[in-house]
């Protein structure tokens, strides 16, 4: 007589234990940070740690913030200010949009583009972009082109990387397929590489959403004109720091909102890359 003996074995899946602090609530962690920063703010302006000069204090940076919007809802001039600087980040961002993509194509699609062109941006890239404003006041004068100019000059580059290294993104054995299909160097490029590469110029429009902020302030600050950015410059220049910061927390709502925007769109079009809720791809 033969017995047998069935042994059931399960495999054992080794998961990273969180940290205790990875365990808070998203909200609760944002809003703990958030008193403990104004909380440590508040207490370096009492003590005298710091002038009140240079650091305002809390409770003036809040006040002055209603003041800023009570004039922003009531259409008065900082209004005019706000919606200046909207369209020079638009306009910088969608031109930044158009070229960054052009020359990603261009550099990621042909040996001229890698071999000539790229050395070139990259040369370019490496200088203090900051440099360039009054270069560009001096050839497009002192309304918004200017501004337009440098915060596109500023948002191009990363798209330029990203959507080139998209178009790598590809595998040997996918581009092999649809060569053997006898699909074209522009189907393929069409129908292949760019929905392949879509995260990664996705990812490059985010990083230059963000620089498109910087560039429209650095020009109406240096260049003057109707913005916020020259609204800063003035009331830094009369040490009115609260004002100097309400306006940057205003800026920072803009620049959140062209950064979500892009996000969105990244949902919108790339859906098949899924998201966990620790953020990772799936």
Known sequence: MTTTTNISTKDTVWEEHEALIDRVPRWLAMT??????VGIWDLVTRMGWVSVIILPTPAETLKDLFFVGNNLISGKYM????????LTVFYGFAIATGIGFSLGVLVGETK??????????????????????PLFIAWLGFDIGSKVALAAFIATFPI???TAAGLY?????????FKAMGATR???????????GLPYIFTGLKIAAVGVMAGAITGEFLGGGKGFGALIRQAASQLNTPRVFSLILYLSLLGLALYFTVVWAQRRFVFWQKVDQKGGVV
């Open 112 to 133: 001229f583009g890698e071999r000539a062109v790229m050395p070139y941006l990259v040369a370019i890239d490496t200088m203090p972009k900051v440099a360039f404003a």
């Open 186 to 196: 522009m189907q393929t490029l069409l129908r292949l590489k760019l929905p392949t």
């Open 79 to 86: 209004l005019d200010a706000l919606w200046t600087t909207t």
């Open 32 to 37: 703990l940070l958030f008193v403990i920063v």
């Open 160 to 162: 330029v990387v990203a």
């Open 169 to 177: 993104a590809a595998t040997e054995n996918e581009r092999m397929l």
